[in-house]
């Protein structure tokens, strides 16, 4: 069996992905969000644990383990993270450079991700401007433009990654 982080940002597709790798098989932690202020529950969710979700593609058993994205669950980074066969970091088109580097820097700390499979995964690819993907690049990790809600587009990059890991 393979195992393969998803990590990045909050808000960043990474749930969306899990969820869309093998529908009927996803583990989740989403949470309704709280407003500070006003103490109700707001409409939007986050991940508050860690996510998974597992399919078998071309006699290979991959499982995916979702991060969520908050520095303060930090801890949980580098308990489930520190022995993969693959990363996958997702990072919103918006996203700043110091966004997509924060993952990449603590997950280079191990010694799998010398020899894991890497893909840095541009999600809301109808913002991204090619400024913007020049500047993803300059981070090293091999760019793919992905809607993590299009189940589709997440099979498709299954079959890929199915072929390298």
Do not use: H
Not at 64 to 85: A, N
Not at 152 to 162: A, G, M, Q
């Amino acid at each position: 069996m393979k195992k393969v982080i998803v990590c990045g940002p909050y808000n960043a597709g990474k749930t969306s992905f899990i969820k869309n790798v093998n529908p009927e098989e996803f583990v989740g932690t989403e949470e309704n969000e709280i407003d500070i202020e006003s103490l109700e529950a707001l409409p939007t969710t986050t991940t508050v644990g860690v996510e998974i979700n597992s399919v078998k593609i071309k006699g290979k058993e991959i499982v995916f383990i979702g991060l969520p994205g908050q520095e303060k669950f930090d801890f949980i980074w580098e308990t489930v993270g520190s022995k993969f066969d693959g990363i996958l970091f997702l990072v919103p088109s918006t996203a700043t450079l110091r966004d997509a580097s924060l993952y990449i820097d603590f997950f280079s700390q191990f010694e799998s991700f010398k020899i894991a499979f890497k893909r840095l995964l541009v999600t809301y690819p109808e913002k991204l401007t090619s400024s913007k993907k020049e500047t993803f690049s300059l981070l090293g990790v091999p760019i793919k433009v992905i809607d993590p809600t299009q189940q589709e587009e997440v099979k498709k990059f299954l079959e890929e990654l199915s072929g390298e890991i």
